[in-house]
C-alpha cells in the first residue's frame, strides 16, 4: 500500500474541556509519552491570526468561531493527539466529528482554576473571572459529558500523573 492509499489519519486522542483545566499542559504530556503528535487548535489560531483577544475585539466572536472550525477540522484529520479549544465543541460539526473518537473531558474545579484564569488571554472571562468560568462551564457541561468518553479532573492531581492516567486508558480504549 502507498502513502496515497493510506487510510487519512484519525485522531488518537481528542481533549476537551472548559478554559483553565489544562487541555494544552496534559496534551502535551501525553504527546511526550505516546510519541504521537500533538496539536492545540488555539495555538494554531494565534499563530495564524494573531491572539484571541484580538480575533474578539476586532472581528467578534462568530468570526473567531469559523477560524477555530477551521483549525478543527484540520487538526482532526492530522491524527496524533489533539486538544480543542474550550468552546470549539459548540459547534455541531464538530460534535459530529468526536462522536467516534476517543474523547478525555479535561475538568477542574473552580478553587484551582481561579489562577489559572487571570490575564486577558481568555476574553470570554476577562470581565467575570471565576464567577464568569462558573457560568461559561455550567452552560456547555452537557455537550461536555455527551462527547466524552472519560473524565479526567486535575484540581488536586499533579498533571504528569493526570497524563499518565489518560496515557494508560488511551490504551486500554485502543484494545
Same mark, same amino acid.
Given at each position: 500500500?502507498?502513502?496515497?492509499?493510506?487510510?487519512?489519519?484519525?485522531?488518537?486522542?481528542?481533549?476537551?474541556?472548559?478554559?483553565?483545566?489544562?487541555?494544552?499542559?496534559?496534551?502535551?504530556?501525553?504527546?511526550?509519552?505516546?510519541?504521537?503528535?500533538?496539536?492545540?487548535?488555539?495555538?494554531?489560531? !494565534? *499563530? @495564524?491570526?494573531?491572539?484571541? +483577544?484580538?480575533?474578539? #475585539?476586532?472581528?467578534?466572536?462568530?468570526?473567531? $468561531?469559523? &477560524?477555530?472550525?477551521?483549525?478543527?477540522?484540520?487538526?482532526?484529520?492530522?491524527?496524533?493527539?489533539?486538544?480543542?479549544?474550550?468552546?470549539?465543541?459548540?459547534?455541531?460539526?464538530?460534535?459530529?466529528?468526536?462522536?467516534?473518537?476517543? !474523547? *478525555? @473531558?479535561?475538568?477542574?474545579? +473552580?478553587?484551582?482554576? #481561579?489562577?489559572?484564569?487571570?490575564?486577558?488571554? $481568555?476574553? &470570554?472571562?476577562?470581565?467575570?473571572?471565576?464567577?464568569?468560568?462558573?457560568?461559561?462551564?455550567?452552560?456547555?457541561?452537557?455537550?461536555?459529558?455527551?462527547?466524552?468518553?472519560?473524565?479526567?479532573?486535575?484540581?488536586?492531581?499533579?498533571?504528569?500523573?493526570?497524563?499518565?492516567?489518560?496515557?494508560?486508558?488511551?490504551?486500554?480504549?485502543?484494545?
Amino acid at each position: 500500500m502507498t502513502a496515497e492509499q493510506a487510510a487519512p489519519a484519525v485522531p488518537a486522542l481528542v481533549l476537551i474541556g472548559p478554559p483553565g483545566a489544562g487541555k494544552t499542559k496534559l496534551g502535551k504530556r501525553v504527546s511526550a509519552l505516546t510519541g504521537l503528535p500533538f496539536t492545540d487548535t488555539d495555538k494554531r489560531i !494565534v *499563530a @495564524l491570526h494573531g491572539p484571541i +483577544a484580538e480575533i474578539f #475585539a476586532e472581528h467578534g466572536e462568530s468570526h473567531f $468561531r469559523s &477560524l477555530e472550525r477551521e483549525q478543527v477540522a484540520l487538526a482532526l484529520a492530522g491524527g496524533g493527539i489533539v486538544s480543542l479549544g474550550g468552546g470549539a465543541v459548540l459547534d455541531p460539526r464538530t460534535q459530529a466529528d468526536l462522536e467516534s473518537l476517543p !474523547v *478525555a @473531558l479535561i475538568t477542574v474545579s +473552580a478553587k484551582a482554576v #481561579a489562577p489559572r484564569i487571570t490575564g486577558a488571554k $481568555r476574553p &470570554l472571562l476577562a470581565a467575570g473571572g471565576v464567577a464568569a468560568w462558573e457560568t461559561l462551564v455550567e452552560q456547555r457541561r452537557h455537550l461536555y459529558e455527551r462527547l466524552a468518553s472519560a473524565t479526567f479532573d486535575t484540581s488536586d492531581i499533579p498533571m504528569d500523573r493526570v497524563a499518565q492516567q489518560i496515557t494508560t486508558w488511551l490504551e486500554g480504549f485502543a484494545r
